[in-house]
């Protein structure tokens, strides 16, 4: 009787033992996943990349967008509007706006052929138009297109944004 209950006992010991064997087994199994995890988690997210990240930073500075430039096309234009109107002379100081020096660079270089194309522009304008501010408005895309024509005539490089008139009186 005494050898059956060190049997039965050992049995208990042993069924007890591999169970707790197999549990630790699996916590650790569960915690080297874990940790495996984390270890590929930082890697592509934190500090893996290298070079892609260095890319990816040069690519944002590239597209950063330049800051504005005003020129003003100085002095003001001056112009006798066609006979027949009410007003009979045009005063505007007008501003270019770009992100291109090279562009402000060059239509300070060409000022004279500038200012002689918005000259025939503002002569050629129509004083009943320019009363309303439709018509002022579209004066100032003519304007723009009147620019982008020659610059891009004249191989200027950059682009006109916007043309601004800062004043704009008429008698």
Known sequence: MADDKKAEEVEAEGGQGSNTKLIIMIAVGAVVLLVGGLGAGYFLFAGG???????????????????????????AFVVNLPPGGKVRLLKAEVQVMSRS?????????NDPMVRH???DLFGSVNSDT???RAGKEQLQAD??????K?????????EIEGVFFTAFVTQ
């Open 117 to 119: 194309n918005l000259l």
């Open 130 to 132: 320019i009363a309303s």
């Open 143 to 148: 304007v723009k297109k009147r620019l982008e």
């Open 49 to 75: 990349g290298g070079a892609a990240d260095e890319q990816a930073e040069e690519e944002a500075v590239e597209q950063a967008p330049m800051p504005a430039i005003y020129h003003p096309l100085s002095p």
């Open 101 to 109: 020096q090279e562009l402000i660079d060059f239509i300070t270089e």
């Open 150 to 158: 020659v610059t891009e005539e004249y191989e200027g490089s950059g």
